[in-house]
């Protein structure tokens, strides 16, 4: 069987350089295509560390990160890039057109495919009640859209890329409830080929994830659907009733 598109982490320990205890132990969990995995943990739990390693913004100490069934270090940068998009937690829009910004160098994205992108990432009404359309400027660092828009645009940059692996690292936490399920909807239907990892703030938001991971200090102790977490994870039910 093809192993593209699949994400496995195997008892991945990773502490920041310099550092003297882990942020993440033993970590192992595997993710398909057509799969969503949430991650859910207070804060300080690892949930943007973990996600930092498939990228290799950090290596790990310990086990192995793999994609497409290749540790991840031994595969070219570039490749990476292209096979798994990551949206930061705090996602960076620089002083340029928000096409600019949307094509992010892939600058064979047609405008077409751009708005297409915008379509599902629910912020293709903003980008056309401004006068320049594709063309309106953004600020340095965003700072002339509100936050939720910020998301939008870099949820859609994610989208242009087309890749086989979404990293979401609690994107939707600015968007009302209302946005946030349209926007998972949509998303759903446009990706279903593609693997996607989701770390989330609000449980409405990973509730239909096919496996969800309980983080806390940097291990995870629970992994399961809602249902099953509800009935066997305190740490779960905790967060829930939080
Ligand atoms: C986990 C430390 C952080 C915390 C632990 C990103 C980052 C984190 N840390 C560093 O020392 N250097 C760094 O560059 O690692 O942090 P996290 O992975 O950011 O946790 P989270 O994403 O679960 O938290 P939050 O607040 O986003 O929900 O001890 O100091
Ligand atoms: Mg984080």
Do not use: M
């Not at 006068?131 to 989208?159: E, H, M, P, Y």
């Not at 909807?185 to 609000?202: F, G, M, P, S």
């Amino acid at each position: 069987a093809s192993l593209a598109g699949v994400v496995e982490y195997r008892n991945v320990t990773f502490a920041y350089p310099g550092a003297e205890s882990p942020v993440l132990s033993n970590i192992s969990f595997t993710a398909r295509p057509g799969q969503t995995i949430a991650i859910i943990g207070s804060t300080g739990a690892g949930k943007t560390s973990l996600l930092s390693l498939l990228p290799r913004l950090y290596d790990p100490v310990e086990g192995q990160v793999l994609l497409d069934g290749v540790p991840v270090d031994q595969l070219d940068r570039a490749e990476i890039t292209k096979r798994v998009a990551l949206v930061p937690q705090r996602p960076y829009l620089f002083s340029g057109t928000i096409a600019h910004n949307l094509r992010f160098g892939r600058t064979e994205a047609t405008d077409q495919e751009l708005w297409n992108a915008l379509r599902v990432a629910q912020g293709d009404s903003f980008v056309r009640e401004k006068t320049n359309g594709l063309d309106s400027r953004i600020a340095q660092g965003g700072t002339n859209v509100s936050g939720g828009q910020r998301q939008r645009l870099c949820i859609a940059r994610a989208l242009v890329t087309k890749p086989r692996v979404y990293l979401f690292d609690d994107s939707f936490s600015a968007l009302d409830v209302a946005t946030d399920a349209r926007l998972r909807a949509a998303l759903k239907d446009t990706t279903t080929d593609a693997t996607v990892i989701i770390v989330a703030q609000r449980i409405s938001t990973i509730t239909g994830a096919d496996q969800i991971l309980v983080l806390d200090n940097g291990r995870i102790v629970d992994r399961g659907t809602h249902e099953e977490l509800l009935e066997t994870s305190p740490t779960y039910q905790e967060i829930v009733e939080s």
